[in-house]
Structures are given as structure tokens and as C-alpha cells.
T-cell receptor, first 111, second 114 residues
């Protein structure tokens, strides 16, 4: 079954790196995603990674995937105040097009 | 349109009244989803439409909730006899479907039941 777990809150100083973690249980996951939700807004797709990859880098974002431990992380380099948001990880799997989301991790960037 | 459009953006209703929430997906997207986000909670799947297939209604919390998708495009989520616990943000999303299922969300409809 699908179960995605995230920690709840992270505070980080502007300019530092922030790391958000997520664990999932579905071994048949095909893609894993990171979404960002700013206050009062919908969810915005940030990046995704295919399940046979270990790492994906996209500008300030680095996604690491440990399939053995079913652990996904998102590293944001040089965190900016505009990065303050709730970050959700999600997974999809073959034969199940609906995404399973974690509860989200709120990131607060301190100037 | 360019993105997923939802209306109304905000709705305050009295307990016991019915409400309808509308979603206009991205043109050409065959898959449409409704999720619910309660305060401090993650996203709760409600219902999924894919093309002409029977919808996946497994996430609807009670028979007071229903949704339809007319002509494979616009969808309406209906909540009958609203309760205070129905207060939440109702998010609609659409996608092309498939294994790489990058889904795109609307801004949400904020429902408050008083």
C-alpha cells in the first residue's frame, strides 16, 4: 500500500542549505515528486525523479533517492526567503495513477 | 486555459446546505483529480477521473460527496448537507496520465462551513 511520511517543520537561515526528508513504503513506486505550496496557493511541481535514479540536480535543488531504504530527500542550496513554504513529497506507481502525498514539511527561512 | 482553474476560490456556507465546487482542467489533460487539504494536514485523495473509464471514488469520505466530469473536461464536486468537518481546501488537479504522472494543481477552493 501507499504510505508517505515526512517530518513537519524546518527552520533555516537565509543562504544556508536546507534538507527535507521523506520515506515511502510502496516498493513499486515509479516516480517520486516534490511539490511546493506557498501560503494561500495551490501546489507547484518542483521536480521529480524516476525510481531507478539515485540523484537528480536541478539548479539549486538536489534530489537524492535511496531505494533500498525507501528514502527521498530534497536539498535546497542557498535557501532564499522565497523558499519559505510547505514541501510535499509524493509517489506514483504502475497501475495507480493517483499520487500518494506525505503530510508536508513546513520550511521557514529566517533572513 | 493555461492552468487548472477552480471556482469559487472561497465559499462560506451554513451547515446543512449543499455546495458545488467547479474545476476546469488543463486543455487536453485526460486525468482529473480532487484532493482535500484540511488545516495542518496532508492531501487526502477524494476521486480520480481518467478519460471515459469509471472514476475511482475510493477516497470519497461519505455518500454526501459526489463528483462528475462532463464531456471529459469540466468537473463538479458536490457536497450535500455540509458539516463543519467538511471545512477544508478542495484542490483539483489534472494530468496527461501515464507512468510519469506530473499532475498540475489549481489554486483550490477554500470552503468554510459555519
Amino acid at each position: 500500500g501507499e504510505d508517505v511520511e515526512q517530518s513537519l517543520f524546518l527552520s533555516v537561515r537565509e543562504g544556508d542549505s536546507s534538507v527535507i526528508n521523506c520515506t515511502y513504503t510502496d516498493s513499486s513506486s515509479t516516480y517520486l515528486y516534490w511539490y511546493k505550496q506557498e501560503p494561500g496557493a495551490g501546489l507547484q511541481l518542483l521536480t521529480y525523479i524516476f525510481s531507478n535514479m539515485d540523484m537528480k540536480q536541478d539548479q539549486r535543488l538536489t534530489v537524492l533517492l535511496n531505494k533500498k531504504d525507501k528514502h527521498l530527500s530534497l536539498r535546497i542550496a542557498d535557501t532564499q526567503t522565497g523558499d519559505s513554504a510547505i514541501y510535499f513529497c509524493a509517489e506514483s506507481s504502475y497501475g495507480n495513477n493517483r499520487l500518494a502525498f506525505g503530510k508536508g514539511n513546513q520550511v521557514v527561512v529566517i533572513p | 486555459g493555461a492552468g487548472v482553474s477552480q471556482s469559487p476560490s472561497n465559499k462560506v456556507t451554513e451547515k446543512g446546505k449543499d455546495v458545488e465546487l467547479r474545476c476546469d482542467p488543463i486543455s487536453g489533460h485526460t486525468a482529473l483529480y480532487w484532493y482535500r487539504q484540511s488545516l495542518g494536514q496532508g492531501l487526502e485523495f477524494l476521486i480520480y477521473f481518467q478519460g471515459n473509464s469509471a472514476p475511482d471514488k475510493s477516497g470519497l469520505p461519505s455518500d454526501r460527496f459526489s463528483a462528475e466530469r462532463t464531456g471529459g473536461s469540466v468537473s463538479t464536486l458536490t457536497i450535500q448537507r455540509t458539516q463543519q468537518e467538511d471545512s477544508a481546501v478542495y484542490l483539483c488537479a489534472s494530468s496527461l496520465g501515464g507512468a510519469l504522472n506530473t499532475i498540475y494543481f489549481g489554486e483550490g477552493s477554500w470552503l468554510t462551513v459555519v
